[in-house]
């Protein structure tokens, strides 16, 4: 669990420096989200190659190697002064989180006890949060306050990286190394077809929250400076950690829910959450701005958390890191391609005209949540006369 929050910290810690790589090196908002698409891109590759890399090579090996990437990241950023810098950077960060998102995941679900049942879900999903929220912050306060700023929360991040490897290497392996190594790497992403019905909708629930993870990470940084007035690289960090943050305090609510339940109600909390964030661009109001994040985070920290729950449904130890790389997958391509596309249109259009675009998306997923959304299947018996799966379905959603 250490490691998987150190892992996301370092692949938040860039995110308060944005706007002084755009007032110092003159990057612009089209570069800065191609940064994001890039550090996307990078963990999109690296769960269709490396995601099942795990179960044949153990957890701890995978995971040692992933935090050794995103060792590299940290260090080649550390001169960052043109864009090709930080794409590169981005890139072997990307590369490392998805890695370790597959790998560490594995092994948080994999180390955790049987009950409460939630709490698997819970840390694998919400792991990410945290590190994300305490890298953000970190590296704001270094930012502003500490000496060396372009520099020192890399080489914090860097520090932390090394001693979780340290911690791996000294604990026990929970998945057996078996052979066909190699033949995994062939890209393939596997759902058990027991909880394959869940996917659309745990599809919208990640599309649409990483997508609104990514607004913040490529466009508030500009956006706070340009619309709400601040340049704080500390208020920069806790803004992305209002969105993060309350996504892990909500996340264990939604476990006294059905998964199904709990998406709709998280996802209905995050619209509006979103309709808050419109309306304080619209009036130019930091404290609305962040209290709407708050609750736009805590929907998707219940939201993300259920659909998560329902994938893991009756999970084997084999199919734990294949489900992950299809969970990953889904997060990482709403964080890509909204980016990708958001910053070719920063060229024509306004920042509050952008985030009227991210916040349709939400209402689209929203609305598709609400009324699609399903429980896991809860048992599965033969009928010997006929020969046929007969499904009973939990309907009590």
Request: charged share 10%; net charge positive; hydrophobic share 50%.
């Amino acid at each position: 669990m250490i490691s998987l929050v150190a892992s996301f910290a370092a692949s938040a810690a860039p995110i308060p420096l944005f706007n002084i790589y755009r007032a110092e090196d003159g990057f612009t908002n089209a570069g800065i989200s191609m940064a994001v698409v890039t550090n996307s891109v990078g963990t999109i590759a690296a769960l269709l190659v490396l995601g099942r890399l795990s179960n044949h090579l153990g957890r701890r090996l995978t995971a040692i190697a992933s935090l050794g990437l995103l060792l590299l990241g940290c260090l080649l950023l550390l001169n960052v002064h043109d864009i090709g810098t930080l794409l590169a950077g981005r890139l072997l960060m990307g590369v490392g989180t998805g890695s370790a998102s597959s790998s560490l995941t594995s092994y948080t679900v994999d180390a955790a006890p049987a009950r409460p049942e939630w709490l698997a879900a819970v840390a694998s999903s919400q792991g990410p949060m945290l590190g994300l929220t305490l890298g953000a912050i970190a590296s704001g306060g270094l930012v502003q306050f500490g000496p060396w700023p372009r520099d020192l929360i890399y080489l914090v991040c860097a520090g932390l990286l090394v001693l979780s490897a340290a911690l791996i290497v000294i604990s026990p392996e929970t998945a057996k190394p078996t052979p066909g190594a190699w033949r995994s790497l062939l890209p393939r992403v596997r759902v058990p077809a027991r909880v394959r019905h869940l996917l659309p909708v745990a599809a919208a629930v990640f599309l649409a929250t990483w997508a609104t993870g990514a607004f913040y990470q490529a466009f508030v940084p500009a956006l706070v400076e340009d619309q709400l007035h601040t340049h704080s690289p500390l208020i920069l960090g806790l803004l992305f950690a209002a969105y993060i943050a309350p996504s892990v305090l909500g996340a264990p609510l939604g476990g006294r829910f059905t998964s199904a339940a709990a998406q709709r109600i998280g996802m209905i909390i995050f619209l509006a959450g979103w309709i808050g964030i419109i309306t304080a661009i619209a009036i130019g109001t930091l404290a609305m701005f962040i209290a709407a994040t708050i609750v736009a985070g805590a929907g998707q920290g219940i939201a993300v958390s259920a659909a998560t729950r329902g994938l893991l449904h009756h999970s084997t130890l084999a199919n734990r890191a294949p489900i992950f790389s299809a969970i990953y997958l889904l997060c990482y391509s709403g964080a890509a391609f909204p980016s990708l596309i958001s910053g070719e249109l920063s060229n024509t259009f306004s920042l509050p005209q952008i985030a009227l675009g991210y916040g349709g998306l939400a209402i689209v997923a929203t609305l598709f949540t609400v009324l699609a959304a399903r429980n896991p299947y809860t048992d599965t018996t033969r009928n010997s006369q006929h020969g046929e799966l007969i499904k009973v379905i939990d309907r009590n959603t």
